[in-house]
């Protein structure tokens, strides 16, 4: 195996073992309520503490790997987050499981944080694309398949056998990731810094907007899911229940539509098309039809995942070429509070007054989302030009804290469209 394949081989592992574990706890949240005597809020704090201590520490994890390689900090981050997850199974009380999961969100962190930057630098230009797509396939992957795993096993290993059965899978790809991932090639050199830049820039401050928001009603959704086909009329198993995570498909096959589209069509048309179908898929939930929830979730994931895709691909082009890695920190640690804040609130609302009110608090989140991409239309047009960026060609080099991926040359006329994007940039990739 070349030395190329070997790293877009290890990455992927690390992006599937890694999301494997951060969201495996969703499908077994009805269990995890009934076990510890929990409101649906209350339980979904066994994916919100992960998410959210993912998104505290996700700027300053990139920081340190500017100091000690991003290789050890990727190997160091799947490692932890399979160990701690070997102790999940353990936990003799909630409070125990939930600081489990914060420990088990801070060595995640390192997947996201540096993954994509490792990548830019160690394989080239000419199969960084090809390398960071399978990256993205893997972390959608494992979101998807430690959601599958643990939602099919705990009929018969009840929630402690089912974590622990992701946490196998985890185990299994650290192990590839440690053997298999080369190192660094050269040790970092750090960027100029720009978060005050990527902080002020409203068209930007829209991305993390639709980011957090779009986020907040997909996670709430997804967390109360089981709640929602386990009680009458439906009364499916946790088996079957958990066969509703195969709408991850449509979420990878509909982000790359998107972003073709995007290019033709204008990112704004795009992204708010996208929320209007994830929208269409929320309401279709609502009959009491195994058949219309199946098809509202396929359409409400595609939509999201279409949504994400726009949203972090216009950070990546919009971005100044100095503060590529500050814009994607900050759309990481929106998307993940998001995640996490949104994700609890969206849950406790479904316990308080069904899932009819979570419906409408979801819609109401899309449509807020829908608002800042209006906004960020309009301040594109206004304002034209990449913030720091010179007139005419410009040699934008996407970052993450020190790491320069490969150049691509720019027209900054090229951006001057609410949407219109000609360009071709590496955008953010976290799944959820």
């Known amino acids: 195996m070349t030395r190329r394949r070997r790293i877009t081989f290890a990455v992927a592992a690390a992006g599937l073992g890694s999301f494997a574990l951060l969201y495996a706890p969703q499908p077994v949240l009805p269990q995890l309520a009934a076990e510890f005597h929990l409101t649906p809020g209350s339980a979904s704090l066994a994916v919100s503490a992960a998410t959210g201590a993912l998104a505290v520490v996700v700027v300053p994890v990139a920081m340190l790997s500017e100091r000690i390689g991003r290789r050890r900090v990727i190997v160091f981050a799947v490692a932890a987050a399979a160990l701690t997850a070997l102790l999940l199974p353990l936990a003799p009380t909630y409070p125990a499981l939930i600081a489990l999961r914060v420990l088990q969100g801070v060595a995640v962190a390192g997947v996201p944080a540096v993954a994509m930057s490792y990548l830019a630098n160690e394989v080239g230009p000419a199969g960084v ?107 499916l198993p946790a088996r079957f229940a958990a066969l509703v995570f195969l709408a991850y498909a449509a979420g990878g096959v509909c982000s790359a539509v998107a972003g073709r589209l995007a290019d033709r069509l204008g990112r704004g048309p795009v992204a708010l098309a996208s929320l209007g179908v994830a929208g269409l898929g929320a309401l279709l939930t609502l009959p009491d039809s195994l058949v219309l929830v199946a098809v509202g979730l396929a359409l409400f994931t595609g939509g999201f995942f279409a949504a994400h895709s726009v949203a972090s691909g216009w950070v990546g082009a919009r971005a100044p070429a100095n503060a590529k890695g500050q814009a994607s920190g900050v759309y990481l640690f929106a998307f993940y509070v998001g995640s996490s804040a949104g994700g609890t609130a969206g849950s406790s609302v479904f316990g308080t007054w069904g899932w009819g009110a979570l419906v409408a608090a979801v819609l109401g989140w899309l449509a807020l989302a829908g608002v800042a991409v209006l906004v960020a239309g309009r301040a594109q047009k206004s304002r034209g030009t990449v913030i720091g960026a010179p007139v005419g060609r410009t040699d934008v080099r996407p970052t993450m804290g020190s790491v320069t991926s490969p150049s691509v040359m720019v027209r900054t006329a090229d951006r001057r469209s609410a949407g219109t994007s000609t360009t071709t940039a590496i955008g953010n990739g976290p799944p959820s």
């Open 129 to 235: 694309g090809a390398a960071i797509g399978t990256l993205i396939a893997g972390n959608s992957a494992g979101g998807m398949i430690g959601r599958l795993v643990a939602g099919i096993g705990v009929d018969w290993l009840a929630w402690r056998g089912a974590l622990a059965a992701v946490a196998a899978l985890g185990v299994a790809c650290a192990a590839v990731v440690a053997v298999s991932l080369p190192p660094d090639s050269k040790p970092p050199t750090r960027a100029p810094r720009g978060l005050r830049t990527v902080l002020r820039d409203p068209v930007l401050l829209c991305q993390y907007a639709i980011a957090a928001l779009a986020v907040s009603a997909f996670i709430s959704l997804y967390n109360v899911i089981g709640f929602r086909l386990a009680a009458p009329p439906l009364e």
